[in-house]
């Protein structure tokens, strides 16, 4: 039986309960998702509850970070700190 909680896809005649419905309802949001879920399919968001990011996934155990907010921009430029762009939180 496919392991939902791992991120894997629902197989033909598997019941599901209302456990896994909320997660599927709540976006999978958990800590850690790209530690917890070594069957996320591809294609799939996943909400992490630490940091409050956004993940897609690509591939088998390979995560992008979706980026989110107001990007901050100063002369027409995108301003980076740490070679990461920086973000205003939308209010």
């Known amino acids: 039986m496919a392991d939902i909680k791992k991120g894997a896809d629902m197989i033909a005649g598997q019941c599901m309960g209302y456990q896994q419905y909320n997660r599927i309802k709540n976006h999978w949001r958990q800590a850690d998702p790209r530690t917890n879920l070594d069957e996320a399919t591809v294609g799939v968001i996943e909400d992490d509850s630490n940091s409050n990011k956004l ?32 973000f205003a939180a939308y209010i």
């Open 55 to 86: 993940y897609h996934v690509i591939a088998a155990g390979a995560f992008l970070e979706i980026l989110q907010g107001k990007i901050l921009c100063g002369d027409n430029k995108v301003l980076c700190a740490d070679n990461k762009v920086l």
